[in-house]
């Protein structure tokens, strides 16, 4: 089970290093521009109690021999401030749900089990795979650069996208591993895409995290967020050494 949950994880792990990760070499001031763009990312967070939407989850690669490798997730989601949350994504071979009640974050895992644990107060452990909209969500400032060195942040030429001009934001670090972040803003400010291409020695991977059919601060009562694990499952409890 250790074996499977570091290869099913490991995707996670690693884009989350690519998002957050702080590179010593660079400086984290950000020019003007892009400085006022991070502020309207963050001011459409804040702006955000609720929020349900459909979600897409797809990591792009090459095997050893350059075959096309393509892992696609597709889900539902609904959040509510400060740590509320029910995601449900489905492979063809797995599905995973993530959900909180405001006192425990559950997550499935394969083979019939589940682990259940704290949640945090303003829900930032709350996630899947490497869908970092989901982040920013709880975590409003994510994106916020400090007065250490860290990321690199930018901003690109806009994109289009089912006739909605986006803006982009870049983060690109080269440590822990060598990345690329395009966050992508719509016109409302709120980021509803983010593609990370992490650069390796043999090949890149790319991760895109999607949400589709948004609904911004709906309705959602507290209980639409109780949850109990599949009948029949068991809670797995993580080996210290590999927590």
């Known amino acids: 089970?250790?074996?499977?949950?570091?290869?099913?994880?490991?995707?996670?792990?690693?884009?989350?290093?690519?998002?957050?990760?702080?590179?010593?070499?660079?400086?984290?001031?950000?020019?003007?521009?892009?400085?006022?763009?991070?502020?309207?990312?963050?001011?459409?967070?804040?702006?955000?109690?609720?929020?349900?939407?459909?979600?897409?989850?797809?990591?792009?690669?090459?095997?050893?021999?350059?075959?096309?490798?393509?892992?696609?997730?597709?889900?539902?989601?609904?959040?509510?401030?400060?740590?509320?949350?029910?995601?449900?994504?489905?492979?063809?071979?797995?599905?995973?749900?993530?959900?909180?009640?405001?006192?425990?974050?559950?997550?499935t895992l394969p083979g019939q089990f589940y682990t259940e644990g704290p949640v945090d107060a303003q829900g930032r452990n709350i996630n899947v795979f490497w869908a970092s909209p989901i982040n920013l969500f709880f975590n409003t400032t994510m994106l916020s650069p400090t007065s250490k060195p860290g990321p690199v942040f930018g901003v690109a030429p806009p994109e289009t996208l089912g006739g909605r001009i986006y803006e982009i934001l870049t983060v690109s670090s080269q440590r822990p591993v060598v990345s690329v972040t395009r966050y992508y803003v719509s016109p409302e400010h709120l980021t509803l895409k983010a593609v990370t291409t992490v650069r390796q020695a043999l090949m890149d991977i790319q991760f895109d995290a999607t949400l589709l059919n948004v609904r911004v601060n709906p309705p959602l009562a507290d209980s639409d967020f109780a949850y109990t694990p599949p009948a029949g499952s068991s809670r797995y409890v993580i080996p210290p050494a590999t927590k």
Do not use: H, W
């Open 1 to 107: 089970m250790t074996r499977r949950l570091a290869a099913l994880f490991g995707a996670a792990a690693l884009i989350s290093c690519a998002c957050v990760g702080a590179d010593p070499a660079v400086p984290a001031k950000p020019d003007a521009k892009t400085e006022a763009l991070l502020k309207e990312i963050s001011a459409g967070a804040a702006s955000l109690q609720t929020l349900t939407a459909d979600i897409v989850l797809t990591q792009v690669s090459r095997d050893s021999s350059g075959k096309l490798q393509v892992v696609r997730y597709n889900g539902a989601m609904r959040l509510k401030k400060p740590n509320l949350a029910i995601i449900v994504v489905r492979s063809d071979t797995f599905s995973q749900t993530v959900a909180s009640d405001g006192k425990s974050l559950f997550q």
